[in-house]
């Protein structure tokens, strides 16, 4: 083993001794950042759900066209193309019967046997039009009130108000979770350089001895490290489990409640990646507050 | 050769109006293997001068050279390195009390990336060698203050520095663990490993088995038995004299 992989060894042996002298701290550590990561994981959680129903019920169509039943094709796509050329839009797709009935069909997700023996012809031809972000609140009602004189459209939905409304609360939801991340970084922190704070306070001779006979700021500075990290990754992990447990019990109350908003398919948890950055944000907080809290003691 | 070696230094602590010097153009010269004894009051500054040696505090002017190198303006990241060559030990021990002798020795083994069996054998051997039971699991605050005195002796010694100092190491101990631990230091020296020993105990001067003897005064040289400091100036100022003392015997 070559000196560099030694000293890491001791490193973190003392780093384990350290913290196995006061477990009571480190217990209360890891309970106060597992805490304030649920917070942040929910928030996170709840905002990944929301967007995730927006999503399937196309909040980002605001003006749909239904046509009416005996619509040619080539009609509705020259209304598709003139619609596309009008500004403030931005995008126009017409959708025939047999994808109307697919996108049900996987909408339906885990009972797609409910639409057996549906008829694509039963479904209308309709046009989905997107506008531009700069395009005014009111122009969709404009150009659904011009829509409404075309002959080949039987009626026009505007997802208007309550789309906005919707766009509204995710982008609020969105701000919350970066909110959230900031206070609970800022809180962890705190945590952690005040724990660390302890810890040098209370091996301060060792620290000077440490510094008497050579050690290196890394060795000095690395069993403190070690704790923070220690904390900070278990903490962010006994959250993720926490979240786990919660959204266990309550994600399926939630997906009784709301059966109708879900039916496009159920609440997820978070991503095998989402929580690992998780864990690695506790991590990472840990080692920067610990660094924080030694870095005036490891110097000669 | 010359282990150690100061030129002018000079060093003040405090700033402004409170700013006091603490040593004054201050050269010496220490030759390898050799016992010196750095005498003179309370507040002289022998304690500062140690300090400046294993880069605790910076000198204002003068250059310090340990082993050949000049360590006055030592990169922080470097200090380590030199302290790792320059072993200290003082009047208070600076011993973890919890801990056993040879988890303290092991300690300054453990600072240099020594492998556990390595460090074991050597903190063993460096407890031998100042006469202490490397088995021992008592912990060092249940030792007498020369048991004490021993541990922190074979710590310092424990990496094989060039150069040991000590700040009066005898402060806490009685006449007759005085003399023991003085004892100690001289075969240390004999060993091979050039000793610099500060003190302003009346009953040091007498028993140590020094071979170089520098006396401070107010932060300034006032004697060196070797009387190097004035060839090592290039032009001496009338006050900074330094006269030649005998080495007693
Ligand atoms: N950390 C310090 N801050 C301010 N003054 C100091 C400090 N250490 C020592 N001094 C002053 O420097 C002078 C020399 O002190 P010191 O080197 O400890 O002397 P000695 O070891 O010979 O007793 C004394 O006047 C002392 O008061
Ligand atoms: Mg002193």
Redesign the pocket.
Known sequence: MNRALTSLVYIIARGVRGMVQAPLVQVLAMATIAVCMLLLGTVVLVWQNAQSIADRWGVDVPITVYLVDEVEPAAASELASRLATVAGVSSSETIAPELALQRLVEGLGDDPGLLDGVDADVLPTSIEVRLADSSASDDAAVLAAQLRSEPIVEEVVVAGAWAERAEQLLATLRQVAIGAAALVGFACLTIVWSTIRLAVYARRAEIQILRLVGGTAAFVRGPFVVEGLVQGALGATLAVALLWLGFAEVGSLVADAFALAFAAGSLRFLSPPECIVLVGFGAALGVLGSRAAVARYVEA | MAILELCGVTMS??SGRAR?A?LADVSLRIAEGAFALLQ?P???????LLKLILAMERPEHGTIRVADRDIARLRKSSIPYLRRNVGAVFQDFKLLSDATPRENVALALQVLGLPRAHVDARARKALADVELDPDTRRPVRCLSGGEQQRVAIARALAGEPAILLADEPTGNLDPRLTREILELLGSVCQRGTTVLLAT?DPLVHEHAAASHVLA?TDGRLVADSEGLARALVAAPTPESTVEPIGVPA
């Open positions: 602590y405090g006091k603490a003179g309370s507040g002289a500054g022998k304690s500062t302003h401070l």
